[in-house]
């Protein structure tokens, strides 16, 4: 299978707070993944971050 998503070492800040802190994770094709979490948990931000649409 391809690698679909990759990311290495992602770091996520907003303001002083730090989110994430050396995150590493790989999807290849095919793979499902869910993300679950509470209203204001920060799902949407994390995608957002992988995908390169938050900096």
């Known amino acids: 299978m391809a690698h679909l998503l990759g ?31 509470p209203n204001g948990a920060g799902k949407s931000t994390f995608l957002a971050a992988l995908s390169g649409r938050r900096e």
């Open 7 to 37: 990311v290495e070492n992602l770091r996520l800040t907003v303001g002083s707070r730090l989110l994430l802190d050396e995150v590493t994770l790989g999807l290849e094709d095919g793979t499902r993944v869910g993300v679950l979490g």
